[in-house]
Nanobody
Framework: DVQLQASGGGLVQAGGSLRLSCATS????????IGWFRQAPGRGRDGLSC????????YYVDYVKGRFTIFSDSAKNTVHLQMNNLKPEDTAIYYC?????????????????WGKGTLVTVSS
């Protein structure tokens, strides 16, 4: 079974940066995608970005475009989410998930498998 583990969260001031990592095992980087999602208190799980590591195709939701960057490191079986210019409203638990494919509908479709999340707290 595919296993995923998100890490890299922490406490940061507004305007700061964090890099999250999604370590995978048994995930075939030659097929499928990885997505990043988050869940803020009192909200559902929202999709942020995804990538198909085998062809590099990426998608971002509008409110993170220009601030977040997703990239993969196939040699380390890891997908990263670089988050810059963080805002207090970015405070949430961040999760990575396995996707059948990264496409424009990834946020609506959700993931087929989830890892444990990592908490990001942005102070004002």
């Amino acid at each position: 079974d595919v296993q995923l583990q998100a890490s890299g969260g922490g406490l940061v001031q507004a305007g700061g940066s964090l890099r999250l990592s999604c370590a995978t095992s048994a995930f075939d980087f030659e097929r499928g995608g990885i997505g990043w999602f988050r869940q803020a208190p009192g909200r559902g799980r929202d999709g942020l970005s995804c990538i198909n590591p085998h062809d590099g195709e990426k998608y971002y939701v509008d409110y993170v475009k220009g601030r977040f960057t997703i990239f993969s490191d196939s040699a380390k079986n890891t997908v990263h989410l670089q988050m810059n210019n963080l805002k207090p409203e970015d405070t949430a638990i961040y999760y990575c998930g396995k996707l059948d494919v990264c496409d424009r509908w990834f946020a609506m479709n959700g993931a087929q498998a989830w890892g444990k999340g990592t908490l990001v707290t942005v102070s004002s």
